[in-house]
């Protein structure tokens, strides 16, 4: 397998139910990086909760965040690609007004949610920068929207549909999110590859959610998580195992890393 580069989800991929890198992980992304693979992170999360991640491996690639309505730069934080999304804020506010949900929506100045929660109490300890608003959204004058979440505890796809003409819905056990139309992991993966002159048959991806699918299609690899749902698993080239069992690092070890034996003159 000719793999230049790699694109890896954090939660449920490279992250343990405890939020956590597993040192097995660690160790298989060391060994790809020192091969001469561009390691990328490409996450629903929002810059300051990848970062700290981002660091602690030690990467040098831009980071792709809120699905990838964002892209940032290693060494500088900045973003070096937004996309915004502009949806009818009074009809989607009455909308999920008349249902019970929380509304997050991260915008390229912070954070602003209906209610906060123990996800938000996380992001705020990792990220340390607290919501700029918690309370109701009519009230408070937003901009420059990247994605909005609406956490509805159980999946909604007769409410989110309501919402097909204006962005691009992903749909979730939880809720659904929401981003700019034709954005996705994948979008920003094509802007990468551009500017590092690498052919997507060159590259794989690993993850586990809905908003994966784009990128394990189009990739020349695409690899689902054991955990993932069986639409997920259906579009990859590959299955692997659980990330509690380091199905990421077991991929990387069975198919990427080169044995020792090759550099062997």
Known sequence: MNVRAIFIDMDGTLLKASNNISRRNMEAIYRLINQGVKVFLATGRHYEVTAPYHK??????????????????????????????????????????ENSCNVIIHTANGLYCKETNEEIDYWTKVGHIPPRYIGDLRQVNYQDVLKYSVRTGAPRPE?????????????????????????SKWSAIKSLLHAF??????????????????????????????NASEEVKA????????????????????YLHKSYNSYVI
Do not use: Y
């Open 197 to 226: 002159r690498i052919s997507p048959s060159e590259v794989v991806a690993i993850g586990d959610g809905p908003n994966d699918i784009e990128m394990l299609r189009h990739v020349g690899t695409g690899v689902a998580m054991g």
């Open 159 to 183: 409410l989110s549909a309501l919402f097909k003409k204006e962005a691009e819905v992903i749909n979730w056990n939880d809720g659904f999110e929401m981003v700019a139309p034709n954005v």
């Open 235 to 254: 579009v990859a080239d590959f299955v692997t195992g659980h990330h509690e069992n380091d199905g990421l690092a077991e991929f990387i070890e069975t």
């Open 56 to 97: 602690e491996i030690g990467l040098q690639t831009p980071m792709i965040c809120l699905n990838g309505a964002a892209i940032h730069d290693a060494e500088t934080g900045r973003a070096m690609q937004m996309k915004t999304v502009r949806l009818n804020e009074e009809r989607f506010h009455q909308l999920t007004a």
